[in-house]
């Protein structure tokens, strides 16, 4: 048999071919990573109580004087589902009693400090019940920041409500703060 | 030419065409859930990357000896990612743990040891001369942040070997 030019082309066709089409090679590696729901909720800097005093007036026929302390903050860390709902925090008295002819209002400021996402907004003077009354609402995925000066800072008042109920009296209540789906 | 410089010239292509066999594959995909107690204290966000084993992706490779590129066994690995369901804000980066295994005492390896940020462009990853098994590799997500929605997020990680 004679090796004609045509079988010497179609010999060296392999090796046309293989310097194109093997100098690039390609292999995949599929990565996935799964992101968990978080929530967390704590009071800052800690569960201590706070000690509310309405001091007797030194003058009669004056008013008495409404009481308040802001030494707490509450810090949330949230992430939520991706198209689920916000979430919201509510504030209720779960234990202990306000005394008569005194109410327990809360102010809850604006998020302030190293947080960030879709934190809630604020509320004034709502008076605290056994019932849960939504305190911050919109929480979405969020973190306001851990201890005092991050989050929202809480203030307590002690206002009169009513005094002719007025009695000496001393109270103490437990306030759960509670983070929800909507 | 005669039956016996025929049978040569043959013979002389097939060994070229066995030296210039070109080999590349990886195994290993990289499939993390991110535990929840990630995070211990509220008002807290993600504050450290999430790596994978430090041999997540085995990758083995031989060189063509003689592919028309005149390379002479010298190649490059390119590093690049495909998203099919990917959050911009997570990062995500692979590094080299280890030389693998040469497959002559004369081969060389560089590069890649330190973490390369993967994107959607080819990156250099490392490069060498001749061929290895067993190149272990690693990775690492960061960006983490509770911002971003709660899912599984997948991307596609591409060797491309240049040689």
Do not use: C
């Not at chain 1, 010999?11 to 978080?38: E, K, R």
């Not at chain 1, 001091?55 to 004056?62: F, I, K, L, Q, V």
């Not at chain 1, 809850?108 to 400090?113: F, K, N």
């Amino acid at each position: 048999m004679k090796l004609s030019i045509g079988m010497v082309l179609v010999m060296l066709l392999p090796i046309w071919g293989y310097s194109q089409t093997t100098v690039v090679a390609t292999s995949h590696a599929p990565t996935s990573i799964s992101l968990p729901v978080v929530a967390l909720l704590d009071i800052e800097p800690s569960n201590d109580a706070v000690v509310l005093t309405i001091p007797a007036t030194t003058e009669a026929g004056m008013s008495l004087s409404m009481t308040s302390n802001s030494s707490k903050w509450i810090n949330y860390t949230s992430a939520i589902l991706a198209g689920g709902s916000t979430r919201r925090i509510t504030a209720h008295v779960s234990s202990g009693s306000v005394p008569p002819g005194v109410r327990l209002l809360l102010s809850v400021s604006s998020p302030v400090g190293a947080g960030g996402g879709s934190r809630g907004g604020s509320i004034s003077n709502l008076a605290l019940t056994s019932s849960a009354q939504t305190i911050l609402s919109g929480i979405g995925g969020a973190f306001t920041g851990n201890g005092i000066n991050n989050g929202h800072q809480l203030t307590y008042t002690l206002g009169i409500s009513n005094y002719g109920s007025l009695v000496k009296a001393s109270s103490t209540l437990m306030v759960t703060y509670t983070l929800t789906d909507n | 030419m005669n039956p016996k410089g025929r049978y040569i010239f043959i013979l002389v292509m097939l060994i070229h065409h066995i030296a210039s066999a070109q080999f590349f594959s990886t195994t290993g995909s990289w499939v993390v859930s991110v535990p929840a107690s990630t995070i211990t204290e509220a008002g807290n966000n993600y504050t450290q990357a999430i790596a994978s084993a430090t041999d997540q992706t085995i990758m083995n490779l031989v060189p063509g000896t003689n592919n028309g590129q005149n390379r002479n066994g010298i190649w490059d690995v390119y590093i690049s990612k495909e998203d099919s369901d990917w959050d911009g804000r997570l990062i995500i980066s692979a590094r080299r743990t280890g030389t693998g295994t040469p497959n002559s005492s004369n081969n060389s390896i560089i590069g890649g040891t330190t973490y390369t940020t993967v994107s959607a462009t080819p990156s250099a990853f490392f490069s060498g001369r001749g061929g290895y098994n067993n190149i272990p590799i690693q990775y690492m997500v960061s960006g983490l942040t509770v911002l971003i929605p709660v899912k599984a997020y997948t991307t596609n990680i591409t060797y491309t070997f240049l040689n």
